[in-house]
C-alpha cells in the first residue's frame, strides 16, 4: 500500500487553481470521500484524480462564504498574507499571525 502525505496542512490558506475563492483548509481525507454524483458534476477537463487528497475549507468568494470540498492538484498556497473573512474561522480558530491559522485545542474532528 502507497502511503499518500498531504502537501497542505490545517490552518494553511489556499486558493483554487481554476476558480476564483481562497479558503482556509480545516479538515483532510487522505482520498476523495465524497460522493460520485459530486465528483461528476465537475467539468470533465478539470475533474481531479480520486486517488490524491482531499482538503475541506472554510471558503470565501465575492458572493459570500462556503465550506468547500477541494482536490490537491487544485489547490496552490494563498500569498495574499491576509486572513479569510469566513465566520467559522474564529470558532475553529485561536488565531492567525504568518499567513496560518492555529487550531483551538478543543477542536477536534
Do not use: C
Not at 500500500?1 to 476558480?19: C, D, E, L, S
Not at 458534476?41 to 478539470?46: L, Y
Not at 458572493?63 to 474564529?90: K, M, R
Request: hydrophobic fraction near 35%.
Amino acid at each position: 500500500m502507497n502511503t499518500i502525505y498531504a502537501k497542505f496542512q490545517i490552518g494553511q490558506v489556499v486558493r483554487h487553481r481554476h476558480f476564483s475563492f481562497r479558503g482556509v483548509i480545516f479538515d483532510v481525507d487522505p482520498q476523495f470521500a465524497n460522493t460520485e454524483e459530486w465528483w461528476l458534476s465537475i467539468p470533465e477537463e478539470i475533474r481531479p484524480r480520486k486517488d490524491q487528497p482531499f482538503y475541506h475549507l472554510l471558503a470565501e468568494n465575492e458572493q459570500g462564504s462556503y465550506v468547500a470540498y477541494v482536490s490537491e492538484q487544485n489547490l496552490l498556497i494563498d500569498t495574499t498574507g491576509e486572513p479569510v473573512s469566513h465566520p467559522q474561522a474564529a470558532v475553529m480558530f485561536a488565531g492567525f499571525e504568518g499567513g496560518h491559522y492555529r487550531l483551538r485545542p478543543h477542536v477536534t474532528h
